[in-house]
């Protein structure tokens, strides 16, 4: 299994710019989360997803934030237009419910450091 | 709304010392606590976790409790070694309301053990 597989590991834009971040979840896993971690806020949930359905997105910040998943093994975090305070490692984590529940430990991924000069 | 505080911040301690890492909530309505640990540039790894009904868990030299009416959870590190040098995160999955199965984190404790 190769875990969570998260692109790219590391990404350097400019203000303004479209930033899209990949995320591709353990096999069979029903549930995906996004999180946001920085030094002031700490790890910080975006979006979750079950069966492909956005299920809660109240972590979202503001409406340059978008989520997607248009299939059980691939989902995308997009930032349009990007900012400074977005600066950030974002990670993206899954669940297999279907052998479990919920309150199962979830599996992240490497995660993706975004800086936005 | 939950919120998870760890205590200290960080700790050092030299190689083959037990420590013990605190971490509270406010709200009470949790399904469970689970501890990580993340290395330097690198995901989450879960450690332990405890389920609500559960006063403690344990996995080799790691052992967590919970007190789940009190709000308080500690991570119990026995004999530690360099390699345990992390930075050790706390979460509590709630079980209600606008928590309902989202993980609230700790700011996390960095550890760091020497020789």
């Known amino acids: 299994d190769a875990g969570v597989i998260q692109s790219p590991r590391h990404e350097v834009t400019e203000m303004g710019q479209e930033v899209t971040l990949r995320c591709k979840p353990i096999s069979g896993h029903d549930y995906l989360f996004w999180y946001r971690q920085t030094m002031m806020r700490g790890l910080e949930l975006l979006i979750y997803f079950n069966n492909n359905v956005p299920i809660d997105d109240s972590g979202m910040p503001e409406d340059r934030f978008s989520a997607k998943m248009p299939n059980a093994s691939f989902s995308t975090l997009k930032i349009q237009p990007s900012e400074p305070r977005d600066s950030a490692v974002y990670f993206c984590?899954?669940?297999?419910?279907?052998?479990?529940?919920?309150?199962?430990?979830?599996?992240f991924g490497p995660g993706t450091r975004l800086t936005v000069l | 709304k939950q919120e998870v505080t760890q205590i200290p911040a960080a700790l050092s301690v030299p190689e083959g010392e037990n420590l013990v890492l605190n971490c509270s909530f406010t709200?009470?309505?949790?399904?469970?606590l689970q501890w990580f640990r993340q290395d330097p540039g690198k995901g989450l790894t879960s450690l332990l976790l405890?389920?609500?009904?559960?006063r403690e868990q344990t996995s080799g030299r790691l052992n967590a409790s919970l007190d789940k009416s009190s709000g308080r959870s500690t991570l119990y590190i026995a004999a530690s070694q360099p390699g345990d040098s992390a930075t050790y995160l706390c979460a509590a999955l709630g079980a209600g309301g606008t928590s309902y199965g989202k993980l609230t984190f700790g700011q996390g404790t960095i550890l760091t053990v020497h020789p």
């Open positions: 405890i389920q609500s009904s559960q």
């Open positions: 709200d009470s309505a949790i399904y469970n």
């Open positions: 984590a899954s669940i297999n419910t279907l052998r479990g529940s919920i309150t199962d430990t979830q599996y």
